[in-house]
């Protein structure tokens, strides 16, 4: 792909963020790194986009992150990112930076609300063909891909009313083809805002393509880059088409700021 599938704004944009002090590419994993795909565990970012991260991480003060809503644990396996990628998953509930892996164990309380969670999901999910209950670290995600238009409508809608009939206080998240709740409310905003602490960034980009990843471009302020990937609302000040335009938009910048970064 050329580069003439990204507006010219956002080339502008990413020269300018090419010669910041301190970059960090905060990106989305599904649906921004990696084509969308029936089975979450097959799921794997285009080359391009995962060779322009390489380039990346490989210039001086340019930190690389994966902001996503998938567990560390299933973000470690489909994502293949060397260690020195930082990573963020469970929508900003568990972080591994650096050395440090952040993930507080579940209180006594949050363990049982988590289990009757977890059979009220399923007994949604055994009523309608295709859908399936994923199991996260704070909660549990009900996934309606594979189902028929009208019985995802149905799973979802019944999972809200018998949740909101048993629960109180569970922060529930809205997907691509998923319907999640957990008993920890953290957000990729926050996962971002701790990335920018951790890493000493003077600007942010920040990529994705999903309902949880207006949080993120919530917390970026002036002189950072948002884009969402695909259609739909968004705060995000940038748009591209989808995961092959965002390898060319990574490809773009790990170009500039190979030429403006200064080598100290
Ligand atoms: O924040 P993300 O990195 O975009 O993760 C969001 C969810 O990704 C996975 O589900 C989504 O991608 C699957 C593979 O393409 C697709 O089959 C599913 O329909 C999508 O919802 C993952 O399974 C979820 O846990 C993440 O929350």
Do not use: N, W
């Given at each position: 792909m050329g580069d003439s599938a990204i507006p010219a704004a956002l080339r502008d944009a990413l020269t300018?963020?090419?010669?910041?002090?301190?970059?960090?590419?905060?990106?989305?994993?599904d649906g921004t790194l990696a084509p969308e795909v029936d089975t979450p565990d097959e799921a794997r970012a285009l080359p391009a986009s995962a060779a322009a991260l390489r380039a990346l991480e490989a210039l001086p003060r340019t930190s690389v992150a994966l902001v996503s809503g998938r567990s560390l644990e299933s973000l470690e396996r489909v994502a293949e990112a060397p260690a020195s990628v930082l990573l963020v998953g469970s929508h900003g509930v568990e972080l591994r930076l650096?050395?440090?892996?952040?993930h507080p164990p579940l209180s006594g309380e949050e363990e049982a609300t988590a289990v009757r969670l977890e059979q009220t999901l399923r007994d949604v999910a055994d009523g309608f063909d295709g859908a399936w209950v994923e199991r996260k670290p704070a909660g549990y995600a009900l996934h309606t891909r594979l189902s028929s238009a009208d019985d995802a409508r149905a799973a979802q809608e019944l999972a809200r009313i018998r949740v909101e009939a048993a629960f109180r206080g569970l922060t529930p998240r809205v997907g691509k083809n998923v319907l999640e709740f957990a008993v920890r409310?953290?957000?990729?905003?926050?996962?971002?805002?701790?990335l920018r602490e951790f890493t000493g960034a003077t600007a942010v980009l920040y990529a994705g393509d999903d309902v949880t990843d207006e949080d993120g471009f919530r917390a970026l302020g002036a002189g950072d880059v948002g884009i969402k990937v695909g259609e739909g609302e968004?705060?995000?000040?940038?748009?591209?088409?989808?995961?092959?335009?965002?390898?060319?938009?990574?490809?773009?910048?790990?170009?500039?700021?190979?030429?403006?970064?200064?080598?100290?």
């Open positions: 300018e963020l090419g010669g910041a002090e301190h970059v960090l590419v905060a990106l989305d994993f650096g050395d440090a892996d952040r409310s953290a957000t990729k905003g926050d996962g971002i805002a701790a968004t705060a995000a000040a940038f748009r591209v088409t989808g995961p092959e335009a965002m390898a060319e938009v990574l490809r773009l910048l790990a170009e500039s700021r190979a030429r403006l970064v200064l080598p100290r």
